[in-house]
């Protein structure tokens, strides 16, 4: 999958959007100016797939791809999450999962809804739900979602980000509207906010 990046050339400062691959590190790119800008990439998958969410939405204007993308962007950050926390718990116990074994592992979480609450216990025991209701922060965030409940927001991502996903993919459906992509790629931001923050929590937990 190709991912836009849009970075200011460093003589020119002519703001220029390029592709790379999901998986590099790395960008370089040359300017018409004839200077060729270089870096390293930070971002995780999760971020990467939801910047190419967010260009079909502004650029390419397709609504449909946006909320495809908008959703996978959410369930790879969970799924690098899963395969992060597993391995830290299971090396601590002396065990080693490789790719195939954390991936088979995963695949018994075939329900969204599952997923999200088995990787968000991952990281705090009592599930997302309760980890929002800890942090004043994010109850405030939420309060711009009032189509959420906090209470059931496990329900409301699958039913309100991932059933149109499944219908555009399933059923062939493509008649989204830019207000509708437009919420469903704000679920997924929002989802990516609370896995960030989760991670987080977890990490200093640890210290």
């Given at each position: 999958?190709?991912?836009?990046?849009?970075?200011?050339?460093?003589?020119?400062?002519?703001?220029?959007?390029?592709?790379?691959?999901a998986?590099?590190?790395?960008?370089d790119?040359?300017?018409?100016?004839?200077?060729?800008?270089?870096?390293?990439?930070?971002?995780?998958?999760?971020?990467k797939i939801?910047a190419r969410?967010?260009?079909?939405?502004?650029?390419?204007?397709?609504?449909?791809?946006?909320?495809?993308?908008?959703?996978?962007?959410?369930e790879?950050?969970?799924?690098?999450l899963?395969?992060?926390?597993?391995?830290?718990?299971?090396?601590k116990?002396?065990?080693?999962?490789d790719?195939?074994?954390?991936?088979?592992?995963?695949?018994?979480?075939?329900?969204i809804?599952?997923?999200?609450?088995?990787?968000?216990?991952?990281?705090?025991?009592?599930?997302?739900?309760?980890?929002?209701?800890?942090?004043?922060d994010?109850?405030?965030?939420?309060?711009?979602?009032?189509?959420?409940?906090?209470?059931?927001?496990?329900?409301?991502?699958?039913?309100?980000?991932?059933?149109?996903?499944?219908?555009?993919?399933?059923?062939?459906k493509?008649?989204?509207?830019?207000?509708?992509?437009?919420?469903?790629?704000n679920?997924?931001k929002?989802?990516?906010?609370?896995?960030?923050?989760?991670?987080?929590?977890?990490?200093?937990?640890?210290?």
């Amino acid at each position: 999958m190709k991912i836009p990046y849009k970075l200011p050339c460093e003589k020119c400062g002519k703001e220029i959007t390029t592709f790379i691959e999901a998986e590099n590190t790395s960008i370089d790119f040359k300017c018409d100016c004839g200077i060729t800008t270089s870096g390293s990439i930070a971002l995780m998958i999760g971020s990467k797939i939801m910047a190419r969410a967010i260009y079909e939405f502004l650029t390419m204007r397709d609504y449909s791809m946006t909320i495809v993308l908008a959703a996978m962007a959410f369930e790879c950050e969970m799924s690098r999450l899963f395969k992060k926390w597993v391995r830290i718990g299971e090396s601590k116990e002396g065990y080693f999962f490789d790719d195939k074994a954390v991936e088979v592992y995963l695949r018994r979480y075939s329900d969204i809804e599952t997923k999200i609450t088995e990787v968000s216990k991952l990281m705090f025991p009592t599930g997302m739900t309760e980890f929002i209701k800890s942090r004043s922060d994010l109850i405030d965030i939420l309060k711009g979602f009032p189509s959420l409940s906090i209470d059931k927001i496990h329900t409301d991502f699958k039913e309100k980000l991932f059933w149109p996903r499944n219908a555009i993919l399933h059923n062939g459906k493509s008649n989204y509207d830019e207000d509708y992509a437009s919420r469903c790629l704000n679920y997924a931001k929002l989802g990516l906010v609370l896995l960030d923050q989760m991670d987080k929590h977890k990490r200093d937990s640890l210290i």
